[in-house]
């Protein structure tokens, strides 16, 4: 019954911060009453409404980029048995950022850099992919390749940012992360890829929770170790390829969402699965709140919401070290 009620306040707690996030902004503060009632009953051509519409359309963006980076945080853990990974150890963050470079540099524009960083996370998974297979995809290939790539494709960005000339300030905006200027389709696409995503490890929850055991037990019970490490980390790299296109790279909710939902929930995948869905839409959506509240009319970077807000959490969590251990 404890996870039950955790849960039950994590979806409590998320319902508040998604009408708060309606209600807040720069432009007018409206009571949660009055911004459900402009969505439900205003009028299309009145501009309060319009107002609402945009900050619906942001707050769907920010609960999937928080659903999104917290299941893919969760599954890179499980599949790595590593509780400090998360969705950016296969390179695709540095990857996705170097490609959004690149098409800035060469005067490509929107929407056409956000598929060019799109492609360049993937592109990073796939040659962090290519080189560990050869090591036999294990774990520790996965590791080590993913943070080596991310070192690398790192010092191309910095390289980048230096010759990126009058581009430099919208660079900058997207490199800290920001869903300020998320678009009514970009929101429906990514609800869409994250929730295809879900349904796809749903599907494959029995296998992720047998890998618990180990490998060789996983094994010994019909489990294709290599094959459900393979299509669970490209589903976890499509995923934040997107989000990290759209969105820039968001940090420590792929890390500290999923302990949290271990801490409060216990090791049961089904139900560390629930608590992380809800957990980083909290994260995120909290954070833009903070992000518009403090920022008194200028966006700040979400990125530096999310690390200010996860970094003193997971410190905590990692104090009560009994359940650093269990994935």
Request: proline share 3%; net charge positive; glycine share 10%.
């Given at each position: ?5 955790y849960?039950?306040?994590f979806?409590i707690l ?35 409404r319009?107002?609402?519409?945009l900050?619906?359309?942001?707050s769907?963006?920010?609960?999937m980029?928080g ?10 853990q499980r ?5 400090m990974a998360?969705?950016?150890i ?5 990857g ?6 690149s098409?800035l540099?060469?005067?490509l524009?929107?929407?056409v ?7 360049g ?9 290519s ?13 080590v ?9 790192s010092?191309l960005?910095v390289i980048?940012?230096?010759l990126l000339?009058p581009?430099l300030?919208?660079a900058i905006?997207w490199l ?10 970009e929101?429906t ?7 295809v995503?879900?349904?796809f490890?749903?599907?494959?929850r ?6 618990l055991?180990?490998?060789e037990?996983s ?12 299509s669970m ?18 940090g ?5 969402a999923p302990?949290?939902?271990?801490v409060t ?5 089904n139900?560390?699965?629930v608590a992380?869905?809800i957990v ?5 959506i909290?954070?833009d709140?903070i992000?518009?509240?403090v920022?008194?009319?200028r ?5 530096a919401?999310?690390?200010?807000v996860?970094?003193?959490l997971?410190?905590y ?10 994935l």
């Amino acid at each position: 019954m404890r996870h039950m009620l955790y849960l039950s306040l994590f979806l409590i707690l998320y319902m508040t911060l998604f009408l708060l996030s309606l209600s807040i902004g720069v432009y007018r503060v409206y009571t949660p009453f009055e911004a459900v009632s402009l969505l439900l009953w205003g009028d299309s051509s009145n501009v309060d409404r319009a107002v609402v519409e945009l900050r619906l359309w942001r707050s769907i963006a920010a609960t999937m980029v928080g659903v999104g980076l917290a299941v893919s945080g969760l599954i890179i853990q499980r599949l790595l048995g590593n509780p400090m990974a998360d969705p950016y150890i296969l390179g695709i963050s540095p990857g996705a950022a170097l490609g959004y470079l690149s098409a800035l540099a060469f005067g490509l524009g929107y929407p056409v850099w956000y598929l060019v960083a799109f492609l360049g996370g993937l592109a990073a998974y796939a040659t962090v992919i290519s080189i560990a297979s050869i090591a036999g995809l294990t774990s520790l290939a996965l590791i080590v390749v993913g943070v080596a790539l991310s070192y690398a494709l790192s010092s191309l960005l910095v390289i980048a940012i230096f010759l990126l000339g009058p581009q430099l300030g919208l660079a900058i905006v997207w490199l800290f992360g920001t869903i300020a200027y998320t678009s009514k389709t970009e929101s429906t696409l990514l609800s869409v890829v994250v929730l295809v995503g879900l349904v796809f490890i749903a599907v494959n929850r029995g296998a992720l929770t047998a890998l618990l055991l180990g490998e060789e037990v996983s094994k010994a019970m019909g489990v294709n170790v290599e094959a459900l490490r393979l299509s669970m980390t490209a589903t976890a790299a499509f995923i934040v390829s997107l989000i990290t296109a759209v969105s820039g790279p968001v940090g420590f909710v792929g890390l500290t969402a999923p302990w949290v939902a271990r801490v409060t929930v216990g090791a049961s995948f089904n139900r560390l699965l629930v608590a992380s869905i809800i957990v980083g839409a909290i994260l995120v959506i909290g954070s833009d709140i903070i992000v518009r509240v403090v920022g008194g009319g200028r966006e700040l970077p979400l990125t530096a919401i999310t690390s200010l807000v996860g970094a003193p959490l997971l410190l905590y969590l990692s104090v009560r070290g009994r359940h650093a251990g269990r994935l």
